[in-house]
Protein backbone atom coordinates (compact mmCIF):
# COMPACT_ATOMS: atom_id res chain seq x y z
CA UNK A 1 0.00 0.00 0.00
CA UNK A 2 1.27 3.34 -1.08
CA UNK A 3 1.83 5.95 1.68
CA UNK A 4 0.08 9.07 1.24
CA UNK A 5 3.42 10.94 1.69
CA UNK A 6 4.87 8.66 -0.92
CA UNK A 7 2.48 10.09 -3.32
CA UNK A 8 3.04 13.67 -2.68
CA UNK A 9 6.61 12.76 -3.57
CA UNK A 10 6.10 11.18 -6.73
CA UNK A 11 4.07 14.09 -7.85
CA UNK A 12 6.76 16.64 -6.79
CA UNK A 13 9.17 14.75 -8.76
CA UNK A 14 7.27 14.85 -12.07
CA UNK A 15 6.44 18.26 -11.76
CA UNK A 16 10.44 19.27 -11.35
CA UNK A 17 10.83 17.02 -14.33
CA UNK A 18 8.05 18.75 -16.62
CA UNK A 19 9.51 22.28 -15.35
CA UNK A 20 12.92 20.80 -16.38
CA UNK A 21 11.54 19.69 -20.18
CA UNK A 22 9.53 23.17 -20.21
CA UNK A 23 12.68 24.80 -19.85
CA UNK A 24 15.10 23.03 -22.04
CA UNK A 25 11.85 23.48 -24.76
CA UNK A 26 11.86 26.99 -23.63
CA UNK A 27 15.42 27.28 -24.29
CA UNK A 28 15.36 25.62 -27.34
CA UNK A 29 13.04 28.11 -28.97
CA UNK A 30 14.72 30.78 -27.84
CA UNK A 31 17.90 30.11 -29.25
CA UNK A 32 16.14 29.07 -32.69
CA UNK A 33 14.64 33.07 -32.31
CA UNK A 34 18.03 34.13 -32.07
CA UNK A 35 19.71 32.72 -34.55
CA UNK A 36 16.50 33.57 -37.08
CA UNK A 37 17.18 37.18 -35.96
CA UNK A 38 20.99 36.44 -36.79
CA UNK A 39 20.47 35.46 -39.64
CA UNK A 40 18.01 37.98 -40.94
CA UNK A 41 20.44 40.81 -39.87
CA UNK A 42 23.15 39.01 -42.20
CA UNK A 43 20.88 38.36 -45.09
CA UNK A 44 19.71 42.34 -44.43
CA UNK A 45 23.54 42.94 -44.33
CA UNK A 46 25.07 40.89 -47.56
CA UNK A 47 21.77 42.61 -49.56
CA UNK A 48 22.79 46.32 -48.87
CA UNK A 49 26.29 45.64 -49.63
CA UNK A 50 25.54 43.55 -52.40
CA UNK A 51 23.85 46.50 -53.76
CA UNK A 52 26.19 49.20 -52.96
CA UNK A 53 28.58 47.27 -54.57
CA UNK A 54 26.80 46.68 -57.64
CA UNK A 55 26.00 50.83 -57.53
CA UNK A 56 29.07 52.19 -57.24
CA UNK A 57 31.41 48.72 -58.69
CA UNK A 58 35.41 49.54 -57.52
CA UNK A 59 38.30 48.96 -59.85
CA UNK A 60 42.40 49.68 -59.28
CA UNK A 61 41.25 52.41 -56.64
CA UNK A 62 38.31 53.91 -59.21
CA UNK A 63 35.16 54.52 -57.53
CA UNK A 64 32.31 54.38 -60.59
CA UNK A 65 28.55 55.27 -60.18
CA UNK A 66 25.95 53.36 -62.61
CA UNK A 67 23.54 55.68 -64.14
CA UNK A 68 20.65 54.21 -66.31
CA UNK A 69 19.51 55.93 -69.28
CA UNK A 70 16.49 54.17 -70.51
CA UNK A 71 17.69 51.20 -71.49
CA UNK A 72 21.34 52.02 -71.76
CA UNK A 73 23.91 51.87 -68.42
CA UNK A 74 26.58 53.83 -68.25
CA UNK A 75 29.28 53.52 -65.48
CA UNK A 76 30.33 57.25 -64.52
CA UNK A 77 33.34 58.70 -62.33
CA UNK A 78 34.95 61.87 -61.83
CA UNK A 79 38.57 62.84 -61.81
CA UNK A 80 39.60 66.75 -60.88
CA UNK A 81 41.78 67.97 -63.72
CA UNK A 82 43.01 71.79 -64.56
CA UNK A 83 41.25 73.02 -67.40
CA UNK A 84 42.11 76.65 -68.37
CA UNK A 85 43.78 77.52 -65.65
CA UNK A 86 41.12 76.20 -63.22
CA UNK A 87 40.41 72.83 -60.83
CA UNK A 88 37.30 71.47 -61.98
CA UNK A 89 35.90 68.23 -62.13
CA UNK A 90 35.47 66.17 -65.52
CA UNK A 91 33.67 63.02 -65.89
CA UNK A 92 33.86 59.78 -67.99
CA UNK A 93 31.57 57.90 -68.77
CA UNK A 94 31.91 53.54 -69.81
CA UNK A 95 29.29 51.34 -70.85
CA UNK A 96 30.86 47.91 -69.27
CA UNK A 97 30.95 47.05 -65.73
CA UNK A 98 34.77 47.87 -65.04
CA UNK A 99 35.04 44.98 -62.68
CA UNK A 100 33.94 42.38 -65.56
CA UNK A 101 36.03 43.88 -68.05
CA UNK A 102 38.94 42.52 -66.37
CA UNK A 103 38.03 38.98 -66.55
CA UNK A 104 36.26 39.60 -69.76
CA UNK A 105 39.27 41.15 -71.71
CA UNK A 106 42.85 40.16 -71.02
CA UNK A 107 45.61 42.54 -70.35
CA UNK A 108 48.95 40.37 -71.41
CA UNK A 109 51.54 42.84 -70.04
CA UNK A 110 51.53 46.08 -67.69
CA UNK A 111 50.51 49.63 -68.10
CA UNK A 112 53.80 52.34 -69.36
CA UNK A 113 52.10 55.39 -70.31
CA UNK A 114 53.43 58.23 -71.63
CA UNK A 115 52.73 61.90 -72.25
CA UNK A 116 51.93 60.74 -75.89
CA UNK A 117 49.84 58.29 -77.65
CA UNK A 118 50.16 56.49 -81.31
CA UNK A 119 46.45 55.31 -82.17
CA UNK A 120 46.46 53.52 -85.24
CA UNK A 121 44.10 50.73 -86.66
CA UNK A 122 45.04 48.23 -89.41
CA UNK A 123 41.48 47.32 -90.01
CA UNK A 124 38.51 49.52 -91.40
CA UNK A 125 36.09 46.39 -90.58
CA UNK A 126 35.69 47.62 -86.71
CA UNK A 127 32.49 50.44 -87.48
CA UNK A 128 30.66 48.03 -85.64
CA UNK A 129 27.17 49.77 -85.70
CA UNK A 130 28.96 52.94 -84.31
CA UNK A 131 30.32 51.16 -81.74
CA UNK A 132 34.18 52.17 -83.21
CA UNK A 133 33.13 56.37 -82.91
CA UNK A 134 32.10 55.75 -79.60
CA UNK A 135 34.93 53.75 -78.86
CA UNK A 136 37.89 56.62 -80.70
CA UNK A 137 35.72 59.21 -78.56
CA UNK A 138 36.39 58.07 -75.42
CA UNK A 139 39.75 57.31 -76.05
CA UNK A 140 40.35 61.15 -76.82
CA UNK A 141 39.05 61.78 -73.11
CA UNK A 142 42.03 60.76 -72.70
CA UNK A 143 43.46 63.93 -72.74
CA UNK A 144 42.05 65.24 -70.15
CA UNK A 145 45.04 64.10 -68.08
CA UNK A 146 47.59 65.77 -70.39
CA UNK A 147 48.26 63.12 -72.66
CA UNK A 148 48.05 63.66 -76.47
CA UNK A 149 47.15 61.61 -78.75
CA UNK A 150 47.31 61.05 -82.79
CA UNK A 151 47.24 59.15 -85.48
CA UNK A 152 50.68 57.96 -87.98
CA UNK A 153 50.09 55.60 -89.57
CA UNK A 154 54.02 55.77 -90.51
CA UNK A 155 54.57 55.20 -86.82
CA UNK A 156 55.60 52.13 -85.25
CA UNK A 157 56.50 50.86 -81.63
CA UNK A 158 58.66 52.92 -80.30
CA UNK A 159 61.79 50.42 -78.68
CA UNK A 160 63.12 53.57 -76.46
CA UNK A 161 59.52 53.77 -75.09
CA UNK A 162 59.07 57.34 -76.00
CA UNK A 163 55.74 57.10 -76.81
CA UNK A 164 53.03 54.74 -76.09
CA UNK A 165 51.84 53.36 -79.03
CA UNK A 166 48.61 51.46 -79.62
CA UNK A 167 47.53 49.47 -82.80
CA UNK A 168 43.98 48.35 -82.77
CA UNK A 169 43.44 45.35 -84.64
CA UNK A 170 41.48 41.75 -85.69
CA UNK A 171 42.00 39.16 -83.89
CA UNK A 172 40.38 36.20 -82.86
CA UNK A 173 39.68 36.64 -79.05
CA UNK A 174 39.32 40.14 -77.73
CA UNK A 175 42.59 41.35 -75.32
CA UNK A 176 45.54 43.45 -75.08
CA UNK A 177 49.20 42.80 -75.34
CA UNK A 178 51.94 44.65 -74.73
CA UNK A 179 54.57 43.58 -77.19
CA UNK A 180 57.20 46.88 -76.73
CA UNK A 181 58.41 49.15 -73.81
CA UNK A 182 55.10 51.50 -74.14
CA UNK A 183 53.63 49.34 -77.00
CA UNK A 184 50.45 47.66 -76.83
CA UNK A 185 47.77 45.58 -79.77
CA UNK A 186 44.47 45.71 -78.97
CA UNK A 187 42.77 43.16 -80.36
CA UNK A 188 39.32 42.78 -81.29
CA UNK A 189 36.92 39.44 -81.72
CA UNK A 190 33.74 39.70 -82.48
CA UNK A 191 33.05 43.43 -82.89
CA UNK A 192 34.22 44.18 -78.96
CA UNK A 193 35.72 47.37 -80.09
CA UNK A 194 34.01 49.01 -76.61
CA UNK A 195 35.12 46.53 -74.19
CA UNK A 196 38.86 46.35 -75.37
CA UNK A 197 39.19 49.82 -75.18
CA UNK A 198 37.54 50.81 -72.14
CA UNK A 199 39.51 47.71 -70.46
CA UNK A 200 42.84 49.76 -71.67
CA UNK A 201 41.08 53.33 -70.41
CA UNK A 202 39.96 51.51 -66.78
CA UNK A 203 44.05 50.85 -66.23
CA UNK A 204 44.76 54.26 -67.62
CA UNK A 205 41.92 55.77 -64.90
CA UNK A 206 43.59 53.36 -62.22
CA UNK A 207 47.63 54.98 -62.88
CA UNK A 208 46.21 58.57 -63.10
CA UNK A 209 44.06 57.71 -59.69
CA UNK A 210 47.57 56.43 -58.21
CA UNK A 211 49.22 59.54 -59.40
CA UNK A 212 46.80 61.78 -57.71
CA UNK A 213 46.88 59.98 -54.34
CA UNK A 214 50.69 59.61 -53.91
Avoid at 3 to 10: A, G, M, P, Q, R
Avoid at 148 to 156: G, T, V
Avoid at 186 to 197: A, N
Wanted: charged share 30%; proline share 2%; hydrophobic share 40%.
Amino acid sequence: MVKKEDKKEEKSSLSKQEIKKEKERQNKTLKAVLILIVIFFLAVFVSFFAMKTNNHPKYNGVTFNVIQEGELTFYQTTFKVIDKGKLTNYNLYLRNNPQKLEKKVPFEGELELRNFIVLNSTTENLFCEGDWTIAIANMLNLEIFNIEIMKDENASCDQEGEYTFIQIEEGEKTKIVQYGPSCYKLIVSDCEILPVTERFMIEVFGEVNALLNQ
